[in-house]
DNA sequence: TTGAAAGCGCTAACAT
DNA sequence: ATGTTAGCGCTTTCAA
């Protein structure tokens, strides 16, 4: 291992403008400053991680907590965790992993242990247990998703809300009259995650108000539960023809199921989804929705962690408005025949 | 912040006195580790992380560099990545999150800092640029996957080899005569990721042994591309009857596209997949399958570079048999009319 | 079975 | 603009 003191040798200057020099704390002349720069790039010197962090007070490390659950789509779950990471690296902050199995106590042994200065919980529930110690911590913090209480906290989501309502103007516009509202799995609405009940009150909300009846159904992964669920509304609604899906794993299997049910998508009925723009553009139809702003999502938890980290009051929640993209799978209600 | 200081005063002992209670390096009376023992859950003590990594120069972190792309099935890597967290935990071990932007340089910058103690690499090309560092370092890694020279390195993986002479084999049993292997999207094959690359040597090499003709294409992600494949290979060799598919985010796509084609699984077409179980299980029908056996994967990697960190030797190549699970998919090939 | 004390490599006053 | 130096909280010899 190179030390700072051995680049300060080989530069011939005191360890403290090494330092200096790195951290860019004090000026120091143009001469030295290249002769410590040659000398680390010659030496190939990294500060020690654990040094620093003991002498700072500072651990340069984002501690990112991630749900081990598998009823959530995990494509975006990992696609929030890259921008988390490449944006902390802006920062020169690294990123720690982990898990909620170890419950709550990993938010102790982390404040505790100076391992992260700052943390970033994912899949947040409406009564999440880690609150209570973040609060008593008073840890740097963000929260992807919306607790019940968000009183002090920093929080970062998509506006759900606003989601629902906006899926729900978007098929009344066209002229739907009886919609449906195909949400996420059952467990997702029986541990309160926010988002799904958030979605399904702006959904409906803005449904009465349109007057559109419209029905919500709860949707399990896999092929069995995305046709059961179709089936079952259409067998009680038979006229339903618009279609709003908060279910990335089940759209496949909705669309095929549709098609095989002699239904066109757009032409009989039309399917706003709410996904990633990826998942969107990879259906057939083409998927007219509102996107999951993951990446967003990550980069703004990073920036207000670091701001936090920075002295600043950041408390408040950041809800990102929705966009809703038109493409293949939306039209005009069908006449009535 | 607690410190061992303090814990040391409430308990009446002094500071190496706590230390050795917790890192259990030599004998201590019964009476003082239940003093100090109480000491520490009273004060709600965490030893410094960068304290004692840098007096222990060991960090108890290991770090993970997952890849940036697109074009993997995410949820195995989110798996792998979750089963690496967990196992270290059982190590005392925490998991830094890398990805593949900061490039090579990422390997210098852990192993010069003292971030961590060993690394795991995933998504490891054949001509991996990480390699020669890794090499040049000498620091405790385990790779996932597999390089073209795996000399002197520790490799964990599925052996894809096995896999797809596996999936041939079954196939050939069925009496299947036209095969067609649906393998990853282009850009896989194309940056030699050595799994896509194995399993199509095994898939010929017992195709050709078992008298099959068979034919192979790689596959994008989405319908547009999954439908394109298919129907081509159908033109092709409209007498194919059996498929082995490499492909998890093609699979719901082909299936559909199978049915709206008129073929029904299994009685007209044979369908194998390579794939991880929940993905099989939740396919309608459920699919024969060759499993990919994440978990186990990340498990493997943890044991090794631990292994190595406490100074073994386990350079070599941990292969993991692959294991075939006949569910609905796949049936006797139909009889030539 | 326990204590005392010397660092680990860095940062940040305090000097000049 | 630069150097000196006192810790940061822990581990681990060395001593008893």
Redesign the interface.
């Known amino acids: 291992?190179?030390t700072l003191a051995q680049v300060a040798r080989h530069a011939g200057v005191s360890p403290s403008t090494v330092s200096y020099v790195i951290s860019g704390k004090r000026s120091i002349s143009q001469d030295t400053r290249l002769r410590v720069e040659r000398s680390i790039a010659e030496l190939?010197?990294?500060?020690?991680?654990?040094?620093?962090?003991?002498a700072s007070n500072r651990?340069n490390?984002i501690a990112?907590m991630?749900p081990?659950r598998?009823d959530m789509f995990?494509?975006v779950?990992?696609e929030i965790?890259?921008a988390i990471?490449?944006t902390a690296?802006r920062y020169a902050h690294?990123?720690?992993?982990?898990?909620s199995?170890?419950g709550p106590s990993a938010v102790?042994?982390i404040a505790?242990?100076?391992?992260a200065d700052a943390m970033i919980l994912m899949d947040v529930e409406l009564e999440d247990e880690r609150i209570p110690l973040l609060r008593q911590t008073g840890a740097a913090a963000a929260l992807i998703g919306l607790p019940a209480d968000p009183t002090g906290l920093t929080c970062v989501d998509l506006d759900f809300e606003a989601t629902g309502r906006l899926a729900a103007d978007h098929l009344a516009d066209l002229g739907h009259r009886e919609v449906a509202l195909i949400g996420a799995a059952e467990s997702v609405y029986r541990r309160h995650t926010g988002f799904a009940e958030r979605t399904l009150a702006g959904f409906r909300q803005q449904a009465s108000a349109r007057g559109l009846s419209y029905l919500h159904r709860p949707c399990g992964?896999?092929?069995?539960a995305a046709?059961g669920t179709l089936s079952r509304i259409l067998e009680e609604r038979p006229h339903t023809t618009g279609f709003v899906v908060q279910n990335e794993?089940a759209l496949?299997?909705l669309?095929?199921q549709l098609?095989?049910s002699g239904r066109a998508v757009p032409e009989d009925v039309s399917v706003v989804a709410i996904c990633p723009d990826?998942v969107a553009?990879?259906?057939?139809p083409q998927l007219t929705s509102v996107s999951i702003p993951a990446q967003e999502m990550g980069r703004r938890a990073v920036e207000l962690v670091m701001a936090q980290a920075a002295g600043q009051q950041t408390s408040g929640l950041t809800l990102l408005g929705p966009t809703l993209t038109v493409r293949e799978s939306s039209g005009p209600a069908p006449q009535i025949s």
């Open positions: 291992m190179v190939g010197y990294h500060p020690h991680a654990g040094a620093r962090a003991l651990s490390v990112l991630i081990l598998t995990v494509p779950m990992m965790a890259i990471t490449t690296r690294d990123v720690l992993l982990l898990t199995e170890e102790k042994r505790g242990s100076g391992l992964n896999g092929h069995e046709s794993t496949p299997h669309l095929s098609r095989q990826d553009l990879h259906s057939a």
